[in-house]
Antibody, heavy 121, light 107 residues
Framework: EVQLVESGGGLVQPGGSLRLSCAAS????????MDWVRQAPGKGLEWVGR??????????DYAASVKGRFTISRDDSKNSLFVHMNSLKTEDTAVYYC????????????WGQGTLVTVSS | DIQMTQSPSSLSASVGDRVTITCRAS??????LNWYQQKPGKGPKLLIY???SLQSGVPSRFSGSGSGTDFTLTISSVQPEDFATYYC?????????FGGGTKVEIK
């Protein structure tokens, strides 16, 4: 069974930093692109960014709203996905979901349960 | 970025009704369109990918159609467990975008 379990959320002050983790199991993690998607309280879904697999040089893409502040990384040996978030703003407050990209092109076939990040003073 | 516009933003339906949700892209996205269902407090669930392909395990009352800029998600006979929020998402461009969501409520 595919499982994605996020952790690391919490309360952080504006301008602060936080690292979220996602532990993956039940599939060959290294074979898949992995993304982060977020959802502000009571709002819709917003794509945050992606990291490709080793065969694609682990390259990354980001939404304009987080580019230059967030960095996505992965550790295939530990089946783990990360997002390092710097210079956090109040508008970054959201539930952050770890998502698996399908082997096809390009949909999110599994989602984690999410972890809440609150940016507030 | 490609803008995705869903309509309506909410609707009320009775069990057994046929429900149709539309999604319009700001430019042609071929058939690179996916649909998700989200229930309160849960992560979204994939329903339809590539505009009309039903994800494994999803009931056949769900169907998707369209290409280019205009797409629809149809629930042929809505069931109590279908009351949720539905999102479309385009995967044509490197920068992915979602529609604003459609909340399906019980009448």
């Amino acid at each position: 069974e595919v499982q994605l379990v996020e952790s690391g959320g919490g309360l952080v002050q504006p301008g602060g930093s936080l690292r979220l983790s996602c532990a993956a199991s039940g599939f060959t993690f290294s074979d898949h692109y992995m993304d982060w998607v977020r959802q502000a309280p009571g709002k819709g879904l917003e794509w945050v960014g992606r990291i490709r697999k080793k065969a694609n040089s682990y390259t990354t893409d980001y939404a304009a709203s987080v580019k230059g502040r967030f960095t996505i990384s992965r550790d295939d040996s530990k089946n783990s996905l990360f997002v390092h978030m710097n210079s956090l703003k109040t508008e970054d407050t959201a539930v952050y979901y770890c998502v698996r990209v399908s082997s096809g092109w390009y949909w999110f076939d599994y989602w984690g349960q999410g972890t809440l990040v609150t940016v507030s003073s | 970025d490609i803008q995705m516009t869903q309509s309506p933003s909410s609707l009320s339906a009775s069990v057994g009704d046929r429900v149709t949700i539309t999604c319009r892209a700001s430019q042609s996205i071929s058939r690179y369109l996916n649909w998700y269902q989200q229930k309160p407090g849960k992560g979204p669930k994939l329903l339809i990918y590539a505009a009309s392909s039903l994800q494994s395990g999803v009931p056949s009352r769900f169907s998707g159609s369209g290409s280019g800029t205009d797409f629809t998600l149809t629930i042929s006979s809505v069931q109590p467990e279908d009351f949720a929020t539905y999102y479309c998402q385009q995967s044509h461009s490197t920068i992915l975008t979602f529609g604003g969501g459609t909340k399906v409520e019980i009448k």
